[in-house]
């Protein structure tokens, strides 16, 4: 009923930016928060960042990104962005974009965008 798109990925060199995109669609009621994490083979999902969604509310992040990564959002196109600046090797990984949704019938709950390989070299 819900799906989160992301795309944006890539290859980059260390100290370049990347912008991240994800849209969600589908039978959306509302929108609590959106996010983004980071996967690496042999480790858990991290959280990279999340923000409210259509409410007022602060944004939060990884200390690893703090000052470097900007999360925001577009409400009218149910979309939430990720811009990546000053990368490093360490933010190599899997980014997958996370949002937690209600539907007409189903109360609110996480939903997975399928991924989008990001590759820092040094």
């Known amino acids: 009923q819900v799906q989160l798109v992301e795309s944006g990925g890539g290859l980059v060199q260390a100290g370049e930016s990347l912008r991240l995109s994800c849209e969600a669609s589908g039978n959306i009621f509302r929108i609590r928060t959106m996010g983004w994490y980071r996967q690496v083979p042999g480790r858990q999902r991290d959280l990279v960042a999340s923000?409210?969604?259509?409410?007022?509310?602060?944004?939060n992040y990884a200390d690893s990104v703090q000052g470097r990564f900007i999360i925001s959002g577009d409400n009218a196109k149910n979309t939430v962005y990720l811009q990546m600046n000053s990368l490093k090797p360490e933010d190599t990984g899997v980014y997958y974009c996370s949002g937690v949704i209600a539907t007409p019938t189903q109360w609110f709950r996480t939903y997975w965008g399928q991924g989008t390989q990001v590759t820092v070299s040094s």
């Open positions: 923000m409210p969604f259509a409410s007022s509310g602060d944004s």
